[in-house]
């Protein structure tokens, strides 16, 4: 019963959920980047929020959970972020906000992958991405990249759809200064 | 008729360039002023694209042009009043500054308004100057104004050519036409200058 007591005692930390933590607005960064003409172009949302739930040594309770106003998008040319909230686009005002919640994370060498799903203008599809957490003090950073096929949602369809024109995988950059909860 | 010019009348390669070159700039002036018949957004973004790429082509040809003709012999002179061949060679060396200028208006003007820029799908150029909405319209206005003043000397350069074809029957014209052959006529020609 004792030496029952101890190994559950040792194993407990294990068993512990992965630390939550709460994102530093002002240092973090959510963008992408897509060409337009043979022409790199970045933007970013500065509006998000992401619920971080993460141990590098317990992927299994790891979860992210980011939500993005989509109407927040700024990509530094005026016709476009014209463009960017109507229907041909991401169409804000039937789908406000994008959505992505993680299902699962696993290993990949050395990287370690976030799977997930993506909601984005009425169409979910699995995303993954690449995670690349680093601790620091009792916080973290995190590092996650990937890529989204516009059209998988209809971002640009249409007259849009043209990939030689718009390119079709938009590349997600994102950088969060976390802070444990 | 030889790829050079001799003394009756012009090359092959000097037709080629003032042709095409006419016929573009002229196409794709009139293009250019009808971007907004555009039934679609994409479609405008479409034919800017294409309205830029024929813009640069004729950048390109002009400075080959100018380069070939450095190189190139030069028809005689037709008999005509001195202030006749000073007024065309002004109006000339204005029409050589206007093509060059057209097209690199529209290029500071792609630039100040910070558009890519991309030679029919295939290759992009850097900008000419920074992205900078204040000069949008002023870049604007200069590269149509350009269009129409270059219009205005066209019509000195073609009324002379038809007054010189119609009145003098001379070969200034038909010196310079795709398929034309010089009047075989000596009373016509005269000594230069």
Do not use: C
Request: charged share 20%.
């Amino acid at each position: 019963m004792k030496r029952l007591a101890t190994l559950l005692a040792l194993a407990l930390p294990f068993a512990a959920t992965a630390a939550d933590y709460t994102v530093q607005p002002a240092a973090s960064t959510l963008g992408f980047s897509d060409t337009f003409q043979g022409e790199a172009f970045n933007g970013h949302f500065g509006q998000w929020t992401a619920a971080i739930s993460y141990d590098a040594a317990n992927l299994a309770t790891s979860k992210f959970d980011v939500e993005v106003a989509l109407a927040s998008v700024k990509t530094g040319d005026k016709d476009r972020d014209g463009a960017l909230p109507g229907s041909d686009f991401f169409d804000i005002a039937k789908f406000p906000k994008a959505h992505f919640v993680s299902t699962g994370f696993h290993q990949s060498g050395a990287l370690v992958i976030a799977d997930g799903n993506l909601t984005l203008r009425g169409v979910t599809k699995p995303v993954s991405l690449n995670v690349t957490f680093k601790p620091q003090g009792k916080g973290a950073t995190l590092d996650v990249t990937g890529t989204v096929k516009r059209l998988d949602f209809g971002v640009g369809g249409g007259d849009y759809a043209d990939t030689s024109v718009i390119g079709a995988d938009v590349k997600i950059t994102a950088h969060l200064q976390l802070a444990p909860k | 008729m030889s790829l050079r010019s001799n003394d009756r009348q012009w090359g092959s390669v000097a037709k080629f360039f003032h042709w095409v070159i006419a016929l573009a700039i002229l196409g794709n002036g009139t293009f250019g002023l009808l971007m907004d018949l555009a039934q679609s957004p994409m479609q405008k973004i479409n034919w800017l694209a294409l309205h830029k790429s024929i813009g640069l082509t004729v950048l390109a040809l002009v400075l080959l042009r100018v380069l070939w003709r450095l190189r190139d012999r030069r028809p005689q002179e037709e008999p005509a009043p001195r202030w006749q061949q000073w007024a065309a060679r002004a109006v000339h060396g204005v029409l050589y500054v206007l093509i060059v200028a057209l097209p690199l208006s529209g290029w500071w003007f792609n630039s100040v308004t910070g558009k890519p820029l991309q030679w029919f799908k295939l290759f992009n150029l850097p900008a000419l100057a920074a992205k900078n909405d204040d000069l949008r319209h002023l870049a604007g206005t200069t590269h149509e104004y350009l269009f129409w003043f270059l219009l205005l000397v066209l019509v000195a350069h073609v009324g002379a050519a038809l007054k010189h074809h119609v009145f003098d029957r001379d070969n200034v014209l038909r010196r310079m036409l795709p398929f034309g052959r010089p009047r075989n006529d000596a009373t016509t020609r005269g000594e230069s200058r």
